[in-house]
T-cell receptor
Framework: AQTVTQSQPEMSVQEAETVTLSCTYD???????LFWYKQPPSRQMILVIRQEAYKQQNATENRFSVNFQKAAKSFSLKISDSQLGDTAMYFCAFMTDTGTASKLTFGTGTRLQVTL | GAVVSQHPSRVICKSGTSVKIECRSLDFQATTMFWYRQFPKQSLMLMAT?????????EQGVEKDKFLINHASLTLSTLTVTSAHPEDSSFYICSASRQQQFFGPGTRLTVL
């Protein structure tokens, strides 16, 4: 079974600064996908970024980027130029493949507070 | 594209009654949908995988007779909480799968 660990329950960052959220996972699979989801106070789950394990290049989406270390089973999220709207819960998630029946395994989440 | 809706967004019911929550994929067909439960300040816990035209697959520890799932069409899955009790109060989230999971906005259930 896969496990996802987020060791930082809460983080705080000042507006315009950079913050990195940690995530590690455990799996015996070789092909899989990793995700970071954002859950703002509205509780709508929003996909932030996605990484395919077979790709060596780290995924980037505007101010969001990941540091994917496959051998270390680490998948951290870097948020640059933090904005107040980035305040949310962030969940790291793992999926074995993109078949329609593939389940997501979520970490426990990191609550990020962006301050003035 | 890839919009998923849930109805109702909030529901309050009396103990012992049943409540139905709908999950719809508005602009795509989904043979598979998922139902999650989320307690305050906690992560999403997968309850079951809903498969169009067949029985749902429940996660260990989830009572299938209490949480009835029906996936009658490629755009609609329903979760019925039968004989609801206060401990069933929670936030229920569905997702529809199309290469990745797209989430609905969630339903807050309060059982009095």
């Amino acid at each position: 079974a896969q496990t996802v660990t987020q060791s930082q329950p809460e983080m705080s960052v000042q507006e315009a600064e950079t913050v990195t959220l940690s995530c590690t996972y455990d799996t015996s699979e070789n092909n899989y996908y990793l995700f970071w989801y954002k859950q703002p106070p509205s509780r709508q789950m929003i996909l932030v970024i996605r990484q395919e394990a077979y790709k060596q290049q780290n995924a980037t989406e505007n101010r969001f980027s990941v540091n994917f270390q496959k051998a270390a089973k680490s998948f951290s999220l870097k948020i640059s130029d933090s904005q107040l709207g980035d305040t949310a819960m962030y969940f790291c998630a793992f999926m074995t493949d993109t078949g329609t029946a593939s389940k997501l395994t979520f970490g426990t989440g990191t609550r990020l507070q962006v301050t003035l | 594209g890839a919009v998923v809706s849930q109805h109702p967004s909030r529901v309050i019911c009396k103990s012992g009654t049943s409540v139905k929550i709908e999950c719809r994929s508005l602009d795509f067909q989904a043979t598979t949908m998922f139902w999650y439960r989320q307690f305050p300040k906690q992560s999403l816990m997968l309850m079951a995988t809903s498969n169009e035209g067949s029985k749902a697959t429940y996660e260990q520890g989830v009572e299938k007779d209490k949480f009835l799932i029906n996936h009658a069409s490629l755009t609609l899955s329903t979760l019925t909480v039968t004989s609801a009790h206060p401990e069933d109060s929670s936030f229920y989230i569905c997702s529809a799968s199309r290469q990745q999971q797209f989430f609905g906005p969630g339903t807050r259930l309060t059982v009095l």
